[in-house]
């Protein structure tokens, strides 16, 4: 008897083990598909063909495209609160650096441009509760180290939620240009700007360059601090 139920609990695992490793090849995939077509022109019966799968099989592990997208962009690492980022640093402005470089990586990374994403999140907002609950987290955490950056006396005074969506717009509009460089359709090109091989990262220095120096004292040494919040970015994405 003993036996037998140690020869189901074995065929229990082994289904389980091959669930998972089907939902990472579906997701997979979609990644590439949504990459390559993007999201409007994707289509769920395409994934299926690429696949190898019944259409009905796929629905099995996702019911929906829109269930699909919003697995592909949900982080892998959730956005630290300030306290947390506090007990990495007791620099606002390497916590910012950090913060930015986590939002323009994870933008850049997504299968598709973040303005598509966030169109289809307005279409069927509940289809995407983890996405606007990660963009609000995000936003909360960026507007609090700017306020206390600013009452510490480490940032200028400045109306801080503007200069947090500042830095959204910012970072969305180099993560568009970098999916767009991706699919060959950056207009920049055609007004004769070279496009360069940046790196997310380097895309979220970019970003970081130009909205931190016209915030910090001019006692802050920015290098300095930009080299430090990369260590912290680092840090906090290798973490378990």
Known sequence: MTARKTNKNSHRYASDDNH????????????DLFREKGYAKASMSEL?????????????????????LAELCDPA?????????????NSYTVALYALIMMDVVRKCELPL?????ESAARKKPDKFDRFYMQYK?????????????IKEGEFCDCAADERAVTILSINEGLQHHFHAK????????????????????????MSALSVIPALIKP???????????RRLYALIMNED
């Open 182 to 205: 991706e699919r060959g359709e950056l207009l920049l090109t055609d007004s004769g700007y070279t496009a360069h091989d940046h790196s997310p990262e380097d895309i979220g220095h």
């Open 48 to 68: 299926a063909r690429r696949i190898s799968m019944d259409p009905s099989s796929l629905y099995y592990y996702f019911p929906s495209k829109e269930a699909l």
């Open 113 to 117: 441009d973040f303005i598509d994403v």
């Open 20 to 31: 998972s490793a089907t939902r990472k090849y579906i997701i997979s995939t979609a990644y």
């Open 137 to 149: 987290a995000f936003y909360s955490t960026l507007l609090a180290v700017i306020e206390q950056g």
């Open 219 to 229: 006692s802050v040494n920015f290098d300095e601090k930009a080299r430090e919040g």
């Open 77 to 89: 690492i959730d956005t630290p609160s300030l306290d947390k980022l506090r007990s990495y640093t």
